[in-house]
Every structure is written in C-alpha cells, then in structure tokens.
C-alpha cells in the first residue's frame, strides 16, 4: 500500500478499501495494467452503439475508396459475397397454398419484377445487398406497395438502400413510441423497433438541375413494418453496423502504400542510370556545361532504357547500384494473411495464390470459411431479409379476394463448389443409400429444387423413351458398370408416360449408387467406362 491509499484510506476507510482492492485485481491480467507497454491501448468502456458514434460515416467513405482503387480490397469484397449469396438463397413453400405461393415466387422473385428499379432479380437484390453490407457494413430494404394496374404478379416492389439514408443525426431522442432514437433508428418503451429516420435522397447525391444541387437535410420518420435492417450483430445492443473493412483499412492502406513504393523502386532499377563528375570543373552544372544528349544539344536530365550518353574529355561516369526488393513477396504474403483474416475470407480466395496448397489443406481451409459464410446465411440473410421478404409476399397475395394462403418457406442456399467432384459425389450416394440422407435432401443441399428436378427427370424420360432412344445415362436400362438393368428395363418400359416414372427412375439411381460405390473402391468403374 503506498502513501496515497494510506492516506485515502485513513480519511475514507470504505473508498480506501475498495481502491485497494481494485488495484491488487488489476495486477493479476497484465493486458489491464498501466504503463510503457499498454500506453497505446484505446480502453472506452461504451457500448457498441457509443464506439461506433459517427465513425459509422467515415469507415463506410474509406471502405469504399478501396473497393474503387484496392484490388485487393474489391477481391475480398467479391469472393464474400459470392461464397455467401452464390445464385441465390432459394424458398421452398410448404403448407396450404404452397403451390400457390411458389408459382408467385417464380413469376415476381425470379424476374425483374421485385426490384423497384427493374434491373434484378430477387437473388440479384440478395448480392447487391449482401456487397453493401460488406461495403458499408448494413443495408435497407424498403417495401414499395404498388397497384393492381401496374401488372406485378405481386403489388410489392423492394428497394435497396444504402445505410447513408439513415439521419445518424437523430441520436439520444425520446420518440413517440416512449423509447430512444439510436443514431436513426427509433424504439418503444420496451425495445422494439419502430420507426426509421430516412432522407428522401442519398445525402451525398447532387440535386437536379434547377434546384441548386442542394439536398434537403430532413429526414422523414418511416414506420419499420416497412423498412428491413441487415447487418451482421456482434454486440449486444447494437443497433447499427460498421464497414466489414475497418479491422484492415489501415492495413490495406499501407500496404497499397508499399506496393506503389515497390513499383517505383523496380522502374528505377530497370533504367540504366549514369552520373557525370566534372573532373576538371569546368562545367557549370552536374552535368557539364557541354553533357549533352548529343542531339539537341541540351543538358541531359533524365535516362531511357538502352540511352548511350556521349561524354567529352575529362568526365567521370559511376553507376548506381540499384536497390533490390527481396522482401517483396514474403511481406505480401503476410500482410495479406493479415487482411484476408480481417474480411473473414481465406488467402487463397483472396490472392488466387494456390502455389502452397495442397488438396487436404485447401479443404480445411474451405471448411472453416464455410462455417462463417453459414453464420452469415442462417443469422443475418435468411431471418433478416429472406424470411420478411416472404411474409411481405404472402401479405401481399392475401389482400387479393378469394385467395386463401398461409405457405411458409423453407431456405436452401447455394452449396460451395465440389473440391473434389468425383470423391464427394460418392459421398452423397452413400450417404442417400445408407439411409443418412435422403434424395430430396440431398438435392436441397447442392442447390436444387427436387420437384423441378423429378419433373425435368420424368419430362426427360417420356421423351426418350417415345424417340425410342437408349442412353449410357439411362439407369432404368444400363447400370453404372455398364451392365443391362435385370429388372429395370422391363420396369421402365412400363412405367413409361406414368406420373411414376421419374421415381422409377430416382429409385434406380440410388440402387446403382452401390454399384458405383463397389466398383470404385475396387478401381471397375473406370474400367467399365
């Protein structure tokens, strides 16, 4: 105890005691005590809506300059979203009036009709939103109510918004609703959310002409029945989100920094430079009065590559040694290790750098991001965007007469591609035959619809079958060892044109998937083909 806590403790035992008691805490974790080594450590005990304060404006604008000019950084950006959103997180309807809603799905989502500015589709509107909640770290998507007379097979369009139309200027407010208004986003009493402050325009958009180019700086309060917030929380209580980019953005910076240096330092390396020394002094500059190119007669300045210099009598010319860049690639390679973990992608999706990987490491590697790219999916996508989306659709199809509807949607995202097409494959077979899995699941799992798929496979099979045309493919006929069916020739021609078909068939595919898992394992199955 020093002379200060005798003294404190003297005056106020209780106060004295407790600041004791505290300073003999703080010495059992060393990263919370004070001195040279932690005198750089930013320790703001705020919450996470404080620590991002009005930094929310900057990091999105710096996170955006690199996307424009950073390869690396527009890379990043690109391999998240598509690994994330792929073509598209995909419903399946169930319940009464599935087929109802799944028809409505197919003639608004899956055309140019969702999107209020008719340009893409709804799996379109998925990626732009997901590269804006990279970019600038959240995304708003605004429900657009149209008329009847408009011709949308749903009345609802949805606009994409980026976070700057949120007023970060409302911030500390009561609301109407009894409770806070955070940075733009309103609550009630008991901390749900109610509104939303949004400018009618991007605040930093230009106006049109005769107005000034001025944008009006109210912000309107916008009910949040209406308005879908996305970004990806990581604190409790956060109620907005920052740029992915603002753990690297200091890093990116520097590092585009260094490689410009890098750049320059290699193109004076690749000149041949000289350096003239007067020797009798006689010349009335570096290069002599009379160190000319030996064409125009003017004082040589600059080199070319392959430039010969004439030199009078009496020069002296040395030559420089070049500065090497030997340290170029391993420190790239680290910095960028440093990035690619800030964005939460691999280096190899980063850089396309695959010189060091090997199949197993490559896999690991894959597997891991796939455990992020599913938080993102299954905790941000799917319950923030694609699930409202679809209760606004079925709102929307019950506002018309007489048609009853109440589908739930069940979400199938895109599958990471295959690393190893034929190991995998036989994976799923094994998996569907061993009871693990089953068809449709599997299906689901790489992307597809099973109904569309046993349609385009009972379609497909009618039509061989009336060509009368006999396929290697075909497993009512032919086995994957190439062996004629026992039983399912016979069966397939009886089953021709029935609704049952394509079963018939989906049933012998998955029987030849032990054929194909026998015959592999003993190296046949090449053979056979």
Same mark, same amino acid.
Not at 132 to 157: C, F, H, K, N
Not at 207 to 234: C, F, M, N, W
């Given at each position: ?113 969702? &999107? *209020?500015? #008719? /340009?893409?589709?709804? =799996?379109? $509107? ?10 600038? @770290? ?49 609550? &009630? *009493?008991? #901390? /749900?959310?109610?509104? =939303?402050? $949004? ?10 002409? @005769? ?53 320059? /330092? ?16 006689? @010349? ?246």
């Amino acid at each position: 105890m020093n002379v200060l806590d005798r003294v404190i403790t003297w005056f106020a035992p209780q106060w004295g005691h407790h600041r004791v008691r505290a300073r003999l805490a703080i010495r059992h974790f060393e990263s919370a005590s004070v001195g040279r080594r932690t005198d750089g450590y930013h320790r703001l005990a705020t919450d996470a809506n404080a620590a991002a304060g009005n930094a929310l404006t900057t990091l999105r604008a710096q996170a955006r300059d690199l996307v424009r000019n950073n390869p690396w950084a527009r890379q990043g950006l690109r391999r998240l979203v598509a690994n994330t959103v792929g073509w598209g997180i995909r419903p399946k309807a169930v319940g009464r009036g599935a087929d109802v809603a799944t028809q409505r799905w197919r003639d608004w989502a899956e055309t140019t009709q969702c &999107d *209020a500015a #008719g /340009r893409l589709t709804m =799996y379109g $509107l998925q990626k732009l939103a997901m590269r804006t909640i990279v970019e600038s @770290g959240e995304v708003l998507i605004r429900r657009r109510w149209r008329l009847p007379e408009d011709g949308l097979a749903v009345p609802m369009q949805l606009q994409i918004l980026e976070p700057d139309f949120l007023d970060a200027g409302r911030d500390g407010y009561l609301g109407e609703a009894g409770g806070p208004i955070v940075q733009g986003v309103e609550f &009630d *009493a008991i #901390g /749900r959310r109610v509104a =939303y402050w $949004l400018f009618d325009r991007h605040p930093g958009s230009t106006g049109p002409i @005769g107005t000034g180019g001025k944008i009006s700086a109210v912000s309107r309060r916008i009910p949040a029945d209406g308005i879908l917030h996305v970004y990806d929380q990581e604190r409790a209580g956060q109620v907005r989100g920052p740029s992915w980019f603002a753990s690297v953005d200091v890093l990116l910076h520097d590092f585009g920094d260094f490689q410009d240096a890098t750049i320059v /330092r290699q193109k004076i390396a690749a000149y041949l430079a000289a350096f003239v020394t007067d020797l009798d002094g006689t @010349g009335n500059d570096a290069l002599g009065q009379r160190g000319t190119d030996g064409q125009s007669g003017q004082a040589t300045e600059t080199f070319e590559p392959g430039m010969i210099v004439p030199l009078q009598p009496g020069k002296n010319v040395t030559f420089p040694n070049p500065p090497s860049t030997s340290d170029y690639e391993p420190f790239s390679a680290a910095a960028l290790r440093g990035v690619a973990a800030g964005l939460g992608t691999t280096y190899e999706d980063l850089t396309g750098d695959l010189s060091e990987v090997i199949f197993s490491s490559g896999r690991m590697g894959r597997i891991a991001h796939q455990q992020d790219v599913h938080d993102w999916r299954w905790n941000m996508l799917i319950p923030q965007f694609c699930v409202p989306t679809w209760d606004w659709m079925i709102t929307a199809i019950k506002l018309e007469q007489g048609i009853d509807v109440a589908a739930t949607a069940e979400w199938h995202p895109a599958p990471m591609p295959l690393l190893d097409v034929d190991k995998e494959s036989m994976a799923y077979q094994r998996r569907v035959r061993n009871g693990q899995l089953t068809w449709p699941q599997m299906v689901r799992e790489l992307g597809e619809d099973p109904d569309r798929m046993l349609d385009e496979i009972e379609a497909f099979n009618k039509e061989v079958d009336r060509r009368g045309i006999r396929l290697d493919c075909d497993p009512r006929n032919l086995t994957v060892a190439g062996q004629a069916q026992q039983a399912g020739g016979a069966a397939s021609k009886a089953s021709a044109g029935k609704p049952n078909g394509a079963a018939a068939g989906a049933d012998a595919a998955v029987e030849d998937s032990g054929d194909a898992a026998d015959t592999t394992d003993t190296g046949e199955s090449g053979a056979a083909h």
